[in-house]
């Protein structure tokens, strides 16, 4: 069965970054109509560690979800734009791995940056987004290790690339070692 994104791209007028997740989990798993909204996936622990130095502050842990609210809040004022490489998927288990995600239809990349004109910085989370967005950019394009970044001139944009750990808890590395990854990528690109 092919699954369509249910979300619509959040893109703040004022984005510089556009973090690129895979696909969102099966609905089942949710907490919040909006990214990473699986209650163990640590996106929004990562980013309350980095801006915060609180890993629950974007939680509500009496309901074990989120406040939503305060992370679009967040993201808007920090001007980060969030959105996933696949438009459609097949899901090969019927779980959240982008192990067993088919990329159906990837997204249009060009067609989303000309809606955030002054976003210069592309962000994947795991190798699945990563390697979705590189079969969309030019040929020549160096896939950055993680942590690191590569460069791409694309829809007639000087663009930086960059890879992060995954947020997942199946990435074998510790919260606070994925903050401090995240806090020197956030700090790299002057957000932080």
Known sequence: MIETHPFEPF?????KLLMLGSFPPPRERWKMQFYYPNFQNDMWRILGLVF?????YFLNLEQKTFQESLIRE???????????TAYQIRRLKGNASDKFL????PIDIEKLLQRIPHCQVLMTTGDKATD???????SDTVK?????ASSATYAGRDLQLF???SSSRAYPLALEKKAQ????FFQQIKLL
């Open 74 to 84: 967040f993201l808007i004022e920090k001007g980060i734009a969030i959105f996933d």
């Open 163 to 165: 890879r992060m750990p």
């Open 132 to 138: 979705t967005l590189m079969q969309m950019l030019p």
């Open 181 to 184: 990854s995240y806090a020197d």
């Open 11 to 15: 893109l703040p007028e004022n984005a």
């Open 144 to 148: 950055p290790v993680i942590g690191q």
């Open 52 to 56: 915060f130095d609180n890993k629950d």
């Open 102 to 105: 088919e990329v159906v239809t």
